[in-house]
């Protein structure tokens, strides 16, 4: 077999190219596995909120890529360029080509910093920070710890994103520590937000409308930021009216937290293996590919309408590796991705609303008898230490660890709630 040829080829090592290795190469010693990976490091993002509110590191959430791949699986230390599922083969940006039996596209989506006019020139400065990336996230520690008056915006970009409930969540984070400071009166925070509601899960949205009421941070739906002027601290709204007349409004700023608009990446949106939308397109619950049999699809990159996030992947592998060897071994696929996501919403420096929820909106908690509507502290502690534990010492191992998540656990919650 040729160096150039692997059965199973993963493009994209982040969350879901690692884990679907590792778990791979546990259930078949024998298959050749690859994957093409460009970045020297790899990072826990779930750990960027956190960093941002200053209760954690980047360190913390950084390791070398080296370390997570075992040496019987072969790196491949290049960007991914081109699709050619006709021939089976990935073209590298050196030029070479790859050939598999198998492969398996996660290549995370792409953040669209130039979307918004300005954006890409003072971000990290001028008090214009993000979350977002592991460039800017300390920085908007620094902004807040900085914040003495003043106005602070966070904005929300349309969907879909990664992590949802991420623009908020660091916004309440940052408003607790202005209270902490005792300086939450001098401080104008604003929710601007290119959506029409809080949340995409109406029972959710119920919730986390209390905690932004408790906090009395004024919402501004249907503001989609368009464009910044960090030396002169403004930030230009697109504002859509209920008649869906549009206007542009001017916010002055001290402090900015942006969440960047977010797409499949340009080379994935330019191949074969692209539905319209520029993700790829793969069956909702098998992530076999729409058309092509021998590829799969997971993570962040896919056209599955589930909410992109770490959580979602840890339930998406055992269904791509199950797959991969049921085609294998000429057995039906399993139909085994029901859309679970989660969000584990830090709502204050010592309490999470830990949101769990599949396709459709069904609440599906993993746990009986928590409200999962609670500002918790359990899942204050599941945020900085337990779930970062779960993602590198079990996920990204290739374990499989399936804690069942239920629509019956909050049946009767969702049934109150929903007559409430
Ligand atoms: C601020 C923030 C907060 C979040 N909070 C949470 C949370 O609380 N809970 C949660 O579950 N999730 C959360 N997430 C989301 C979570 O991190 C992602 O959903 C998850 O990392 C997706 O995994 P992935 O493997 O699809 O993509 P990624 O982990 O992003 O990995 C994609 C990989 O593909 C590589 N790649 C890119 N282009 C190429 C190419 N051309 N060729 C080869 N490789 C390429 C990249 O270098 C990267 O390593 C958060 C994310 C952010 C940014």
Sequence with gaps: MSENHHNLLIVGGGAAGVSV??????????????????????????????????????????????????????????????????????????????????????????????????????????????????????????????????????????????????????????????????????IDVQFCNAGPGMFGVPFFAKALKKVIEKYDIPCNFNNNLVAIDGENKTATFEVTDSDGNKQRVERQFDMIHVTPPQSAPDFIKNSPLAAESGWVDVHQNTLQHNKYANVFGLGDATTTPNAKTAAAVRKQVPVVVDNILNLKNNTALVEGYDGYGSCPLTTSLSS?????????????????????????????????????????????????????????????????????
């Design 21 to 186: 290795a590792n778990n791979m190469r546990r259930l078949d010693k024998e298959m050749t596995i690859a994957i093409i990976e460009p970045s020297e490091k790899h990072y826990y993002q779930p750990g960027f909120t956190i960093i941002g509110g200053g209760a954690y590191t980047l360190k913390k959430t950084t390791r070398n890529e080296a370390d997570l791949i075992p040496s019987s699986i072969n790196w491949i230390k290049e960007f991914a360029d081109s699709f050619q599922p006709d021939n089976n083969t990935v073209t590298l940006r050196s030029g070479d080509i790859i050939s598999y039996d198998y492969l398996v596209v996660c290549p995370g989506l792409q953040l669209d910093w130039n979307k918004i006019e300005g954006l890409e020139e003072t971000i990290g400065k001028n008090g214009v920070c993000s979350n977002y990336s592991p460039d800017t996230v300390e920085y908007t520690w620094e902004c807040i710890q900085k914040m003495e008056k003043g106005t602070a915006l966070f904005t929300q970009p349309p969907m879909p994103i990664k992590c949802a409930g991420a623009p908020q969540k660091i916004m309440y984070l940052a408003t607790d520590r202005f209270i902490k400071k005792g300086i939450r009166d001098n």
């Design 352 to 420: 999470v609303i830990l949101a769990e929820f599949s396709y459709g909106g069904k609440v599906t908690p993993s746990f009986p008898f928590l409200d999962p509507r609670n500002n918790s502290y359990i899942w204050w502690l599941g945020k900085i230490i337990g779930f970062p534990w779960m993602y590198w010492q079990l996920m990204l191992k290739g374990s499989r660890f399936d804690i069942p998540h239920l629509e019956k656990y909050a049946a009767k919650l969702v049934k109150q709630d929903s007559e409430s």
